[in-house]
């Protein structure tokens, strides 16, 4: 799909990469942005430097993780520019630890990283089908298809966005419905940023790189234009997801030792 002349809403679209997304979509011709997020000033934000470059766009207050807020936010979106080109399900949160993390936590992971996924689907997919075409995008991570070392919560949720997007795309394909799965390793963001949150700093980071959100932006462009399902701008991660399915146990020693290194850099940040 090429983004010009499109109708394109991103949740999280305040910050990080769906910020990047945000301006790359306006930067290639889309017809208009609609920019979601739960700070709704920074949503303002970045519409407000959409619409200084010419493209329409609308910033709005936005929890993903809530059905109404999405509802609400598809209603407003049709109503001032029309029916919606591309969906991107990108608002997403971490929570660093295991199983020992309280239910309350768990549960906001899956209402923000999955449901809201769902929440879209459901609510963009019965005009999409109407009408025989439509775009989701669905910011997963590498995490979904690998694990996210330090994170169960993030790892879990993770995996079930990728698994959404592959039902979405199998089941919805042959009506029309274009489904990518966005999967980066680690992005200079908020999340990113911060050496314990983004998990793998140490590791996929310090070896595959830190991408800045517009370096993202611009592979997902590509993505969306070859309409292909994984878009991967690091795109060693095939191999690791290769490899992984290869032969199981050997990924899972490989893990292991490079969980065990990550700890040892947490215990002595100098080296
Ligand atoms: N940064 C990375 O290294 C990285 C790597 C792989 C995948 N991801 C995924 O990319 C997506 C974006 O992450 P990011 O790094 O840009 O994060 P970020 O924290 O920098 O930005 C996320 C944006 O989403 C907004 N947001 C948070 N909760 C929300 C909610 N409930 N409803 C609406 N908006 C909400 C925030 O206000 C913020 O503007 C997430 O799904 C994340 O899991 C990030």
């Not at 001032?80 to 969906?87: A, K, T, V």
């Not at 993770?158 to 997007?165: N, S």
């Not at 911060?194 to 462009?221: I, M, N």
Request: with cysteine.
């Amino acid at each position: 799909m090429e983004l010009a002349g499109r109708v394109a809403v991103v949740t999280g679209g305040g910050g990080g990469i769906g910020e990047g997304l945000c301006r790359a979509f306006s930067a290639e011709g889309a017809r208009a942005v609609v920019v979601a997020d739960i700070d709704g000033d920074a949503a303002e934000r970045v519409a407000a430097d959409l619409a200084a470059a010419g493209t329409k766009a609308l910033g709005l207050r936005v929890d993903a993780g809530a059905e109404a807020d999405i509802v609400e936010l598809v209603r407003r979106t049709e109503d001032g520019f029309g029916p919606i080109d591309l969906f991107c399900a990108n608002a997403g949160i971490i929570v660093i630890g295991g199983v020992e993390v309280p239910d309350d936590a768990w549960e906001r992971m899956w209402r923000v990283n999955v449901q809201s996924h769902v929440y879209a689907a459901r609510a963009v997919l019965p005009g999409m089908l109407a009408r025989g075409e439509g775009y989701l995008l669905h910011t997963a991570s590498a995490a979904g298809l690998l694990t996210q070392l330090g994170s169960a919560p993030y790892s879990v949720t993770k995996h079930a966005v990728v698994g959404l997007a592959e039902w979405l795309a199998i089941t919805h394909g042959d009506a029309g419905i274009r489904v990518s799965c966005l999967c980066p390793q680690a992005v200079q963001t908020a999340m990113g940023g911060g050496r314990r949150v983004a998990g793998d700093a140490v590791s996929t980071a310090r070896r595959d790189g830190v991408l800045l959100p517009e370096e993202v932006a611009r592979v997902v462009v590509e993505g969306l234009r070859d309409e292909r399902f994984l878009i991967l701008p690091h795109p060693e991660v095939a191999t690791y997801e290769q490899r992984r399915a290869g032969d199981r146990d050997r990924w899972l020693k490989g893990m292991r030792r490079m969980q065990a290194a990550m700890m040892a850099a947490w215990r002595s940040p100098t080296t």
